[in-house]
Structure formats: C-alpha cells, structure tokens
C-alpha cells in the first residue's frame, strides 16, 4: 500500500502530470469560456440578425472558441499539431465516403440557410407535413406541428421537395367555397357576406373583401368569398368567420342546401305514378279479398 501512495505522489509530481492537469484546466476553461462569448455576442448582435442568422453565427464562435481551446488542451498533451491536422483529413475522407447521404445533407443545408427562403418561426407545409420551424441546421430542418409532434426533415428532402411558407408576407388571403340554394337573389348573398366582414374587426378592410360567383352546382350555387388577413390572425378568422355566415344566413332566411336528387320525367311524358305504402297495402288486401271471396277460382 505504501509503495502504491508513493508511486501515485511520484507521478503527482512528475512532468506528465503537470501537463495533464494543464489540459485539464484549459479544457475547462474552454467550454465555459465558448458559451460565454458566444451569449455575449448574441446579446450584442441579437436586434441586428434574424432567429436562423443568431442561431447560425452563436454555434460558429461556440465551435471555434471550443476547437482552440482543445487544440491548446492536446499540445499540453503532447500531440503535435500537424499529426492532428493530418489525421483530421485522413478521418473527414474515411467519413465522407461512408455516410455520402449525410454530406448530401449537408451540402443541402448550406443551400437552405444560403437561399433562406424560410426562417426559424415560419410557418411551412413539406408535402403533407405542416409546422413551426425550430431549427434550420446543417442535416436537417426541425419542425413542431399543430398538435405539438416534433419532426425531422433531412435537407436533401428540403431541397427536392416543394415548400410552402405560409408566413412568408405578412397578409394572407382566406377563400371560403360557399354554396347557397338556388332560390337565392345571388346579390342579397353577397350583401349579406359583406356585412359579415364588415363586421369582423380581424378582415382588413385593404385589400377589400371578394365575392365571385363560380358556377351552377349539382344542388347549389356556388360562390368564393375572399378575405385578407394578418398572418397571425389566420387561423381565428378562418374559425370565426364560418360562424358569423351561418348566424347570418339564418337570420336573413338563405338557404345553405345540401346534396339532393331531382326527378324530372319531361313535360311531354306522362306523369310517373307514384303509391304511397299504406295504399299499396290496402290494394293487395282488397285484392286479396276478392280472390278468397265465394264462387271465386
């Protein structure tokens, strides 16, 4: 036990553990360093760059800071600077022949945050997937839909599908397909759905409400009421408003129909004859009764 404590005290005092306990310090030093630079500079820089840019610049002064501490950590060590830069590139060759999609992500993603045609807090839709954008990083998009479920995009996904951003400007049009019964005074309609925006302190009033008479349904007439919103108003007017029609239209008598069948034999035939039940019962039995009658075969 003796000769173990002294060994250890040895070494305590040796060179390699100086060294050892240098690089350990500096290690240290680093990351705690690298988030407190890379914090300072965001809190400086925050009103003057975008979610995605802060984001982008943060991680690239956390990663250098940390990277030069770690180097000056490993030359404590006694690792030379060149052998490192040599097997940094015979690694970097090794993984990029071995994950060839991840360099295609990767590729991929310095083009979607070079192009930036969506930023971290837009609204998107990728196919039929529809959500908040989280993060744009350089192997994947990260998005949180509507029902708070966390996906993963990779960029080459990005890249060679069609993107929708819904929140790109900041106004948006909402169409409404409306049909009413074909009785209806087709301009008393559209004075009703324009009272109905009028009224609704969401739609803006610039651009100006549409209404567009489309055509002749099977069972209604068919009509488009366009109204502009704020982005971040979208979803309530969407909600809102199909109530505000249907109080509407209840309240002046129009009529919303719903699919039905007409029968239309021609004026020049004559009429179809139409039994109702309880009479079709009462001929079988009259009927009935006279085949049972006596004399009758």
């Given amino acids: 036990m003796t000769e173990l404590l002294n060994a250890f005290l040895t ?8 060294n050892l306990l240098r690089a350990i310090i500096i290690a240290g030093l680093g990351f705690a360093l690298s988030r407190l630079v890379s914090a300072s500079v965001m809190r400086a820089v925050g009103r003057y760059v975008d979610a995605q840019q802060g984001m982008i610049l943060r991680r690239v002064i956390y990663y250098l800071l940390l990277m030069l501490f770690m180097v000056s950590a490993l030359r404590e060590l006694g690792f030379s600077l060149g052998a490192l830069l040599g097997a940094a590139g015979v690694l970097s060759v090794a993984i990029g022949f071995a994950s060839q999609t991840s360099a295609s992500n990767l590729i991929s993603g310095l083009f979607l945050i070079g192009e930036r045609s969506f930023q971290v807090g837009d609204l998107v839709q990728v196919g039929g997937t529809t959500g908040e954008v989280l993060s744009i990083d350089l192997l994947s998009v990260k998005l949180r839909t509507f029902d708070n479920l966390y996906v993963r995009i990779p960029n080459e996904t990005m890249i060679k599908s069609e993107v929708t951003t819904l929140t790109r400007f900041p106004i948006r049009r909402l169409d409404l397909q409306i ?3 074909y009785k209806e005074n087709v301009s008393r309609v559209r004075e009703v759905l324009m009272g ?8 803006l009033e610039e651009p100006r409400p549409r209404f567009f008479f489309v055509g002749f349904g099977d069972s209604s007439l068919n009509m488009q009421f366009s109204l502009w919103v704020k982005k971040e108003n979208f979803l309530e007017l969407k909600t809102g408003i199909l109530e505000e029609i249907k109080v509407a239209f209840d309240r002046e008598k129009i009529e919303i129909p719903f699919p039905h069948i007409s029968i239309y034999a021609g004026s020049e035939t004559t009429p179809l004859p139409v039994l109702v039940k309880g009479e079709i019962d009462v001929n079988e039995s009259r009927k009935a009764a006279v085949d049972l009658s006596p004399g009758k075969e």
């Fill in 11 to 18: 070494f305590i005092k040796s060179q390699v553990a100086a």
């Fill in 179 to 181: 049909g009413v019964a």
């Fill in 196 to 203: 109905v925006a009028d009224g609704n302190p969401l739609c």
